[in-house]
């Protein structure tokens, strides 16, 4: 299986970000880039391919990139994003997996629905339907993942941006959050409330491997004792404009 990953480099406008849960304070563009350059490093030193989508200067967030499409198995679903100002985002997306020779479909009005949202693991998807996803979105994501299999579970979330702002799962399925900002923790039979808000963010690198956030260091060290390795990054610029270490990339795992 190869193992590539979708990154966007961010915009000269990344200060300009949509915020709707934390005040605004300065992004500091060189060292976002920096931290962007360094992410795109652990991943490639991990062994995965990064594929650039082109950047889009205009779209402030862009870097996001992961609200842009849910990929599962061969078939990429283009997302509509919740918020108008991310609209445009999706069209270089879809552009480079069609040109990777992915199946291509689309969440259409009124649909609406974040990539962000989504939470994958072992044939179950949970899709958090706060500010940016609604039923019509969770409805057409279900539609499109059913011949592939997948059970499609709407979450409700009024405490974050996106369910993967509140949530992720290990590699053992165990679902990780932060307490506060989880509706409804019930929803996942294995549970674990980390001890700081970035430590909930995890991309899994491998079996044995999640990347995550150096701004949450105890939790770091609950995955090791866990018997997880972990290679930390640092996304103080990306945090301000309420991203994580999830949302910089999405791995395509055909
Ligand atoms: C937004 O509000 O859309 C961006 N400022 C942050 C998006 C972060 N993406 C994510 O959590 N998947």
Request: hydrophobic residues 45%; contains cysteine; aromatic residues 4%.
């Amino acid at each position: 299986m190869s193992r590539r990953a979708l990154v966007r480099r961010p915009s000269p406008r990344l200060a300009d970000g949509l915020l709707t849960h934390i005040d605004r304070v300065p992004v500091d563009l060189d060292l976002a880039q920096r931290q962007w350059e360094a992410y795109v490093a652990a991943l490639q030193a991990e062994g995965w391919e990064t594929i650039e989508v082109p950047p889009a200067p205009d779209c402030p967030d862009s870097v996001f990139v992961e609200d842009t499409v849910v990929m599962y198995a061969d078939l990429a679903v283009i997302t509509r994003p919740g918020a108008d100002e991310r609209r445009a985002e999706v069209t270089g997306t879809e552009q480079v997996l069609r040109d990777l020779g992915y199946r291509i479909a689309h969440i259409e009005a009124p649909g609406t629905l974040d990539g962000g949202d989504v939470l994958k693991h072992d044939g179950t998807v949970w899709v958090g339907l706060g500010g940016r996803t609604n039923q019509a979105g969770v409805d057409q994501l279900a539609a499109h993942l059913a011949p592939l299999g997948a059970r499609v579970v709407g979450v409700p979330l009024t405490k974050a941006l996106h369910l993967k702002s509140a949530v992720t799962a290990l590699p053992d399925g165990t679902v990780v959050g932060w307490a506060d900002v989880v509706d409804d923790p019930t929803v996942w039979t294995s549970f674990l409330a980390v001890p700081e808000e970035p430590g909930s963010h995890v991309v899994l690198l491998d079996e044995a491997t999640v990347l995550m956030s150096s701004a949450a260091p105890r939790t770091r060290a609950l995955y090791e004792d866990r018997g997880l390795r972990v290679v930390a990054v640092d996304v103080t610029e990306f945090e301000k404009l309420e991203g994580c270490v999830t949302c910089l990339s999405v791995r395509l795992r055909d």
